[in-house]
C-alpha cells in the first residue's frame, strides 16, 4: 500500500470539489429567483452539472475500489479512524443520493433533463405534484447535510495540517 494518492484519485477529488462547490453555489442562488428565462437557463446548467457529477462519482468509486487508498496514520486514535471512515461513506453517500433525488425530483415535477442539451435522461417516475414537492424538500435537505458533511471533512483535513500535522491533507494535494 502506498502512502500517496495516485494522480488518478486526486485529480477525480479535485475535480468533484470544483465541480460540487458549483453547483452548490448555482443550486442555492438559483432557488428563490423569480420564475423567469434566466431561471430555467440555469436550472438546466444545474441539472447538467449533477448529471456529470452523478457519472463522475461513479467512476471516482470505481476507481477507489480498484485503487485503496493510503491507511490512515497508526497515530490516529481508532475512534478518529472510524470518524473518517464515516464520513468519506457519508460523502460518497450523499454524491450518489443528491444528484438521484433531483433527478426524481425532476421527473416528478414533469421537467425531464436533457443533458447539455443534447441527450434526453429518461425520466424515473411519473409526473406527480406533491411527490416532486417532498423530493424538493429531500433534495435540499440532502444538500445542507453535503454541506455539514463537508465542513467537517474540511475542517479534519486542516485540524490534520495544521495542528496535527501529518500528511493527511498534503497527501491528496496535486505535485504531492
Known amino acids: 500500500m502506498t502512502d500517496r494518492y495516485t494522480g488518478t484519485a486526486k485529480t477525480l477529488h479535485w475535480l468533484m470539489a470544483i465541480l460540487l462547490f458549483g ?3 448555482l443550486g442555492f442562488y438559483m432557488h428563490d429567483l423569480p420564475l423567469s428565462p ?3 437557463k440555469l436550472y438546466s446548467w444545474h441539472k447538467w ?3 456529470t ?9 470505481a476507481w477507489r475500489v480498484t485503487h485503496l487508498p493510503p491507511a490512515l496514520p ?3 486514535p481508532r475512534i478518529m479512524q472510524l470518524a473518517a471512515h464515516a464520513g468519506h461513506f457519508a460523502l460518497y453517500a450523499l454524491m450518489i443520493a443528491i444528484p438521484l433525488s433531483g433527478w426524481l425530483m425532476s421527473s416528478a415535477k414533469g421537467f425531464q433533463t436533457v443533458w447539455f442539451g443534447v441527450l434526453p435522461i429518461p425520466d424515473l417516475l411519473d409526473k406527480n405534484k ?5 423530493l424538493a424538500i429531500v433534495h435540499k435537505g440532502l444538500n445542507l447535510l453535503f454541506v455539514a ?3 467537517g471533512h474540511i475542517g479534519a483535513a486542516l485540524k490534520h ?3 496535527d500535522r501529518d500528511d493527511i491533507l498534503t497527501r491528496m494535494l496535486p505535485k504531492h
Not at 53 to 61: P, S
Not at 130 to 134: A, F, R, Y
Open 23 to 25: 453547483l452548490l453555489a
Open 38 to 40: 434566466e431561471k430555467l
Open 49 to 51: 452539472a449533477g448529471v
Open 53 to 61: 457529477a452523478f457519472l463522475l462519482v461513479l467512476v471516482r468509486l
Open 74 to 76: 497508526a497515530s490516529m
Open 130 to 134: 406533491e411527490l416532486g414537492d417532498l
Open 149 to 151: 458533511v463537508l465542513a
Open 161 to 163: 495540517h495544521f495542528i
